[in-house]
């Protein structure tokens, strides 16, 4: 799940970690008002969508670039005016763009230096991880490459948590001195406080700055959630805007199916995760383009595969279907009757290559052959990889 | 021989008179599991029947185990009450784990594999299909079945299945069995970033396993512990394997359904994966169709 800017913003309040003044707006009046609130001498006003490569944007109004800085309240409010209700067009929202709902309104602070601070959920070593740095404001992965001695990892404690000799070290590590030292070291703890408690995988914030006044700020930041753990926080799931997701996944997410839109031609619906990655890679390997990734789960009834199936035929995108079942417990018949359901109610518009291995198979291939449907069969997923991509 | 559970594995399901827990319960017990109690809070004192079967629930892990000399237990606890579950299984002192419950949070997996340091508990899971070591009656029953895997596809034989997901799993018994050949056990690890078993845990003992003749190891993207125990085998292991990893075409910084399957920041692909694999001498498999294959080519037969 991603969160906008200015929910990020809310989240650092909450847990004091300091960043900017600044607030959202949803019309040109409330950024106008915002500003002069803020009152300073340079302000920065920014479109409000969950895509990178914002500065570089062009709105489809032919306004450019979804982040302005000026000295002027006024002109905040007026560019403000030229970002909402329109469509935003950058290098990670393809052709079709985003529509902006809402801006966020900020100080530009003076900057002295810019650093890199994260904490990530570390896989090798089950623990929780501090990345920081002194390049910040740039690309991590690649500091990370070119100077690698110039990336501190502080390795927290489960049950422990973290330690003061372990914000000592990276302030150490860091170069900081006198006022931001302090600052840095109470930045660190409020974010550390904030990334277990909320359980994030991910709190990034690229860059957090130092300014001549020896104020430490979160400047942008990225934020990624456990899923699994969102039961217990539906403060942070209240932020979820289903408006900047893929409508794809969003309509998939009612049927409690595991959907991911990709940009190929074939569908897939396929059984258990794993499974389903190897199908998408069957269709790739055979040459063709999977266009999407669908695990209907261990346990799908009818009306899943039947969701499924809808979703999957109102992708413009599709021009045939593959579906790969192995019924282990799941009985294939359950899954050739969710098909056969839905094609009932919208028609077969698409070749469909269907491979049913397993559990009550032999009823399940019956039940797709009696409906008299122009289905292709196919022996294994290989086979049915070649024949949905032969089909196209 | 086999690993981890053999037909005299005494098991308890922690969850039993749960929808799931006692679908599956019920299954293993078809299966010839010696399946002897079942553990829900507030239920000691019923009994979990199924056909023939009744088997006893108790309150606690240790009075089942005292009770009924239990080894292992089955974890099918929701979410949010499975991290306490598993550590009440611990504390009882029960041999072997398996979580089977799906969407554990992180940060609860987490405290629990600091917590079990040093204790004598093995962890398999969770989000994950189970254990199967088939016996030598119809369908393989006879065996033990401890999770939620389909035992009829199984049979026994020396081929150590070793998985992050479940139905790739069942493909590659499935297969095998086809094939002609069966399985000494199979392991489904799970597909969460944190787990209590790693590939490498389980390469190990197929390796020490005498009875395990080859290999089937199944990763997907995300994390290193394919990597990890490709470069152990490349050096100690004396058994041929064949390998297949799932997750070439998936989109960097996506989650594919497991919550471990995902590339970030360019690491965890399958492409590294495969190299590191086929470096080691496994024979690895570009479809799952191809697994019995590759294992026939990686085993000289």
Redesign the interface.
Known sequence: MNIHEYQAKELFDRFEVPSPRGQMAETAEEALKIAQEINSDLMVVKAQVHAGGRGKGTFKNGFEGGVHLTKSAEDIGSIAGKMIGQTLVTKQTGEEGKLVRKVMVADAVDIKHEYYLAVL?D??T???VIVASTEGGMDI?EVAESSPEKILRVFI???AGLQAHQVRKLIVGLGLKGPAAKAFGKVLKNLYRLF?SL?C?MVEINPLVETPDGEVLALDAKFGF????L??HPEVEAYRDIEEEDPREVAAAEFDL?Y?G?DGNIACL?????????T??????SGGD?AN?L?VG?GATEAQVKGAFNIIQSDPKVEAILINI?G??MDCNVIAQGVVAAVKETGLKLPLVVRL???NVAAGRETLTASGLAITGAD????A?KKAVAAV | MSILVNEDTKVLVQGITGGFGGRHAG?SLDYGTALVAGVTPGKGGQNFEHGDHKVPVYDTVAEAMAETGATASAIFVP??FAADAILEAVEAGVDLVVAITE?????????V???MKGSKTRLIGPNCPGIVTPGTGPDSTGGCRIG???GY?HKKGTVGVL?????????AV?QVTQLGYGQSTCVGIG?D??NGTSHLDVLKLFNDDPETEAIIM?G?????AEEEAAEWAKEFCKKPIAG?I??????PG????????IVS??KGT?EAKKEAMADAGMVVA?????IGQALLDAWGK
């Open positions: 959920m896989r090798e089950s623990r929780p992965e404690h489960p049950l277990a359980d995988d456990d899923d699994n753990a039961y217990r595991s991911i990709l396929v059984n258990g995760a794993g499974l389903a990655m190897a998408m890679d069957a269709i790739k390997f999977p990734f695990d261990g192995f282990g417990i291995e397993g559990n294994d997923l290989a086979d990889a | 299954l979410p949010p969407g554990i949070p992180v940060m609860d997996m987490m405290r594999k600091e917590i939620i895997a389909p596809i998985s992050r997901s479940g139905t790739l799993t069942y493909e499935w597909g970033p944190i199944i997907e993207i995300g994390g290193s297949f799932a997750g070439a075409t998936a989109p996506r989650r594919m359904g497991h919550a471990g399957a920041g360019g399958a570009e479809t799952p169709s191809g």
